[in-house]
């Protein structure tokens, strides 16, 4: 099969971090004879140093015209950057939004489980974990307030600033949809997370989404709170299966759910839209104060590239081959240094790549 890959490998540690799960898809495609032709774009930091902006119209024209784009990490430190001296519309996340929004990807996929190999990373009690956790967040991505229209303006002699949460029916039914097809692959639960008891724009949510359920009479539905999922998913994460969530929620929820793994470095994503086209990158962002060190952990990104296969290219032989080549790797001892512990083999990023690709 011939497929085109747009790939953005972005800010901070994302270079090093897509050059390894570029090595591994073009092992896969000489083992599965593929020709896997790649287009370089530029997103975030790296395209406002060369072209002014976070994105160019460019980046955007191949991007659509690719069967997927395969990302690594954008944006740099808040505090030191320049890039956020420039005005907001001009900073790297504005780039990432742009392309989310332009390739209309409303659906984000963040799984987030326990690592049987490295239980011992999990910040939480061992009795929590026990029998381990595995959930999918279903983020909406393409609406609600990072989408809505803003200002900041002086009204009455002080600065005032408004952000917009918006959301149709139609935003809200189709990602809910997605949601319940994913459920019915795996436990069939789907936990939609809101705040009805205060916002409108989250009674809407709930009203489409138990009209979705009608559809999916095997999946068990329930509604909770987002405070009280927040604490939910560090009290017993084993109760969730998907996640349904609006932008922010999902954000803030997906953060967190992957910190109680312990190992954020090993999260993948998958932003989908109706067809084929999808955008694959780390769950993690693009730790600059480790950048250009070689130690990042490149496995995110190299599961992110084996949901691209299964996801966008139709490949579930290949995306498997990869995931259980990265277990083989793990069980053998081999950990980059986030993932490090006791009595295992410390590898660089490369190295890890390296092993991966040995293993397939
Ligand atoms: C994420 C990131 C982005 C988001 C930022 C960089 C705009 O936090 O993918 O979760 O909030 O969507
Ligand atoms: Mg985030």
């Not at 809505?148 to 990602?175: C, F, P, W």
Request: glycine content about 8%; hydrophobic content about 40%.
């Amino acid at each position: 099969m011939e497929k085109k890959i747009a790939v953005i490998k972005g800010d901070g540690i994302g270079p090093e971090i897509v050059n390894e799960a570029l090595k591994v898809i073009e092992a896969i495609a000489q083992k599965y004879k593929h020709t896997f032709e790649y287009q370089y774009i530029d997103m975030g930091g790296a395209s406002i140093d060369k072209y002014g902006v976070p994105l160019t119209d460019e980046a955007i024209t191949i991007a659509k015209a690719s069967d997927a784009v395969l990302l690594g990490s954008i944006g740099g430190d808040t505090n030191t950057s320049p890039w956020y001296q420039l005005e907001p519309t001009l900073r790297p996340e504005a780039g990432l939004l742009k392309m989310r929004k332009e390739l209309g990807l409303f659906a984000n996929l963040r799984p987030a489980y326990l690592y049987d190999e490295l239980k011992g990373a999990c910040p939480l009690k061992e009795e929590i974990t026990e029998g381990g956790f595995d959930m999918m967040i279903m983020r909406e991505l393409t609406g609600g307030l990072y989408f809505g229209e803003r200002e900041t303006k002086e009204i009455d002699g002080q600065m005032v600033a408004h952000d917009n949460l918006v959301y149709s029916e139609s935003e809200i039914r189709r990602i809910a949809k997605r949601s319940f097809d994913i459920a019915m692959k795996r436990r069939k639960k789907v936990t939609s997370v809101d705040k009805a008891n205060v916002l409108d724009t989250s009674r809407l949510w709930r009203k489409i989404v138990n009209e979705v359920a009608v559809d999916y009479p095997e999946v068990e539905l329930e509604h909770m709170l987002v405070d009280n999922a927040a604490m939910q998913l560090v009290k017993d994460p084993r109760q969730f299966d998907v996640i349904l969530t609006e932008n922010m929620f999902g954000d803030i929820l997906s953060d967190e759910a992957s910190m109680v793994t312990g190992s954020i470095g090993m999260l993948s994503s998958a932003s989908l839209r109706e067809d084929t086209l999808g955008m694959y990158e780390p769950s993690h962002g693009s730790a600059p104060d480790i950048a250009g060190q070689n130690i990042a952990n490149p496995i995110a990104t190299i599961l992110s590239a084996a949901m691209m296969l299964r996801y966008s290219f139709d490949m579930d032989e290949e995306a498997k081959n990869i995931e259980d080549a990265i277990e083989k790797v793990l069980k053998a001892g081999y950990r980059t240094v986030d993932i490090m512990s006791e009595d295992k083999q410390q590898v660089t990023c490369s190295q890890m790549g390296d092993l991966i690709v040995e293993n397939l």
